[in-house]
């Protein structure tokens, strides 16, 4: 079974269990009123258990989202997509002491692409740049308008990824960190691609650049 399928069918699983406990504590709170049990507490924690069991299962179908290859088209401004993922890892920046350098071409105004799989891409790419041990505590997100072509390189200054560590680095399961699945850069190469995309890795000794590239106007097949 390829990677990916397996993946899919263990979300598909999880969100199938989720909803059988969800169904089930919803049958207990029910059970509980018509039995008359009015204590606060049992009341409070069974709608506690189906409360958090519903947030898991948003959470699992939006996960389930990457597996469709349908894009979900819309306008949006690039800057404000690039300034949120930015504003999501403050916390990682300042803790780290990085410095953010923001390099956007004016001419970008709006996009028409799907903004989720684009947050979850550029996203991605933003941590893992977050998650080195660098030689200079700096990012420069840089994006550029060619024609009718979008090109955002994110570009940090840590190890050097060579010839052999380009090969492995997007496939799924390939990781160098205690706690790394290795699955964000073979998402990101998935959901570029359905983006009419792609991905390439500049390194130089100095700094490592992921450069992506994908149509300013993506249009439905
Ligand atoms: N900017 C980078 N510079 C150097 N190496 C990188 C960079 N980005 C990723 N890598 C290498 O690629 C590996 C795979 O990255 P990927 O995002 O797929 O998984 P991960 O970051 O290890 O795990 P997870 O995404 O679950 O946190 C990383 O473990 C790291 O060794
Ligand atoms: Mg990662």
Redesign the pocket.
């Known amino acids: 079974m390829k990677k990916e399928n397996e993946f899919g069918f263990a979300i598909h699983e999880i969100k199938n269990k989720l909803q059988v406990l969800i169904l089930n504590s919803e049958v207990l709170e029910r059970y509980l009123i018509k039995m008359n049990i009015s204590d606060e507490n049992v009341l409070k924690f069974t709608n506690r258990m189906k409360e958090e069991s519903m947030d898991l299962y948003r959470f699992i179908l939006d996960i389930s989202y990457i597996f469709k290859k349908a894009n979900n088209i819309e306008e949006f401004s690039l800057n404000e997509l690039l300034n949120e993922l930015i504003d999501i890892y403050n916390s990682l920046i300042d803790a780290k002491k990085i410095k953010i350098i923001k390099n956007y071409d004016p001419k970008i105004k709006e996009v028409s692409q799907d903004k989720k799989k684009l947050n979850i891409i550029i996203g991605?790419i933003l941590?893992?740049?977050l998650?080195?041990k660098t030689k200079k505590n700096e990012i420069t997100i840089r994006t550029e308008k060619q024609m009718n072509t979008i090109r955002v390189t994110i570009t940090?200054y840590?190890?050097k990824?060579n010839e052999k560590l380009k090969k492995n680095?997007f496939e799924a399961g390939?990781?160098?960190?205690e706690e790394?699945?290795?699955?964000?850069?073979?998402i990101v190469k998935e959901l570029i691609e359905q983006l009419n995309g792609s991905i390439d890795i500049e390194s130089t000794g100095d700094s490592?650049s992921?450069v992506l590239t994908f149509p300013d106007k993506l249009k439905n097949k």
């Open positions: 991605n941590k893992n740049s998650d080195l940090n840590g190890e990824i680095i390939f990781s160098t960190k790394g699945t290795g699955l964000g850069l073979y490592t992921f």
